[in-house]
């Protein structure tokens, strides 16, 4: 399965009960997920909480996907992990979400991805990417 597999039908199928679909929802459109961070085989977020700041894990495989959440909820899918998806969903369809893939060593295929880009496509990915990096959001705010 690869991340543009998931979509608002497959959060909808995912999850096991209406109610914390719904409130995965209100926690997505609320901004309660932080540090979204996307790789080839997983998707990893920390999101809000009553009491705590949760972190969520969804591993892609290729029947599908499995994911935790470091909450206390018992049943199988959290409406922590539904607002994570619902964010992946949301970051890809703004072209904010960073997918991380692999590139030449000498960085032509970057470069040459970069150059193409406008300045708000760039400043729109640096954006997205700075939620999941927070480390790099305090170097740019520093200078």
Request: aromatic fraction near 6%; proline fraction near 1%.
């Amino acid at each position: 399965m690869d991340t543009e597999d998931i979509t608002e039908e497959f959060v909808r199928d995912f999850t096991d009960d209406d109610i914390v679909l719904s409130r995965g929802i209100d926690y997505f459109r609320r901004g309660m997920v932080k540090e979204l961070v996307v790789e080839p085989d997983r998707i990893m977020a920390k999101v809000g909480g009553k009491d705590d700041l949760y972190q969520v894990t969804v591993r892609l495989g290729e029947e599908g996907i499995d994911a935790d959440c470091t909450c206390p909820y018992k049943g199988f899918t959290c409406k922590h992990i539904v607002a994570v998806l619902h964010k992946l969903i949301d970051a890809r369809h703004a072209r904010v979400g960073v997918e991380v893939e692999r590139v030449e060593e000498d960085g032509s295929e970057i470069d040459s991805a970069l150059n193409e880009m406008t300045k708000e496509e760039l400043i729109a990915i640096i954006k997205g990417y700075l939620d999941a990096h927070s480390e790099l959001k305090r170097k740019i705010l520093t200078k």
